[in-house]
């Protein structure tokens, strides 16, 4: 005899929970239980004993010196917004396949959150590989976010951001002979790395410290200042003088100098490299505030390799100039007298604009004082 079952007896009958936190329980009833009790006997309801013990063992677990608990995952999230200083006026992306706190803690914070499509195969942001990176950054609706905080001043909309947080390309790593900086290190690391600003004299250090303020810097990386090539760029200013190759996806490693002169296309930039040449680096700038854009940057580094001469911020995109080997040898001879000479000779060959900032006057001036200054330390420094 057949028995015949409706859908709704079915479904009744073979239900399964969404979310079984009973299951989770029941394996370990024990041990919560225990954990339960002794927290009602002491009364330790906030804080206390075992909340402390509990962030301790979090913060050893992911390599940090603190870790602060919360009564629920939406407030971990708008801490953690607070934290970097997001608020009114700011856009944070969040992906299309999440819980509804994620974009309610952006909106608790007053920013808006900007949803993206995430990969179809994984369901992450992040892209997998470089080579999916490239790929999707063909498309011209998708966009590279893991490089600067500059979108905002762009008007476009964005169908596919291409997070690439998760490829390991946040670190410096140095050895004899380079240091080899991922895309996405932060211009604070750059800030803080004790053998890149010994081995750059203090150059790279000088370059990043007015950049706005820490919150920012922390944000912000190599990748995005050496890709956008934007005019006001310190970062790309100082490494253009020195010894300084990117890595990208598909056109390989070429000298900082030769990639600034590209086409814009939708490559991807890997890392910097920059060469251990021995030699001497300065970098300079004028700033109207300290926080400020600068009106004019100045980098110059000698080594064995020649005196290069970098300026930025004109307010068009850093440009390289060079010294010849009988001019750094004269102003060694001649001290001040020589360097003001050679700055005037440079200062003529930068193009300089006007812009709300400064005159382009004004910044020709500036490049004769800089120029001179620079080239009197790195030659007075290197005999």
Known sequence: MRVRHTVAESVRKYSVEF??????????????????????????????????????????????????TCGNGTDALQLMLMAWGIGPGDAVFVPDFTFFASGEAVSFVGSAPVFYDVCPDTFNGSAESLEQAFELNQKRTNQIIGGMLWMKMGDHRIQTAIDLSGLGLDTIEEDEMQFSIGCMTSLRQLELHEGLNQWSDGAVRESVRHIVGVQFRNLA?????????????????????????????????????????????????????????????????????????????????????GTRVAVGARPQKAMLLTVSEEQ????????????????????????????????????????????????????????
Do not use: W
Request: with cysteine; charged share 25%.
């Open 19 to 68: 979310r079984d936190l009973k299951a989770q329980y029941r394996a370990l009833r024990p041990e919560m239980d225990r954990a339960i009790l002794e927290t009602v006997a002491g009364a330790g309801f906030i804080g206390g004993a075992r909340v402390k013990a509990l962030e301790e063992r979090l913060a050893a677990y992911v390599g940090v010196k603190h870790c602060i």
């Open 221 to 305: 990386t190599v990748g995005g200042s050496l890709f956008g090539r934007f005019g006001f760029s310190d970062v790309l200013t100082c490494f253009l003088a020195m010894d300084a190759y990117v890595e990208l996806y598909h056109n390989g490693i070429l000298s900082l100098a030769d990639f600034l002169n590209l086409p814009r296309d939708n490559d991807v930039l890997i890392r910097l490299i920059v060469k251990k040449t021995p030699g001497k680096c300065v970098y300079l700038s004028q700033r109207n505030t300290k926080t400020d854009f600068p009106l004019l940057t100045c980098a110059v580094c000698l080594d064995k390799k």
């Open 328 to 383: 750094t040898e004269a102003i060694r001879k001649n001290g001040a007298d020589a360097a003001a000479k050679i700055a005037d000779e440079l200062a003529v060959q930068i193009p300089t604009q006007d812009n709300m900032r400064a005159s382009a006057a004004y910044r020709t001036h500036l490049a004769k004082v800089l120029i001179r200054r620079a080239l009197l330390t790195v030659t007075e420094e290197v005999q």
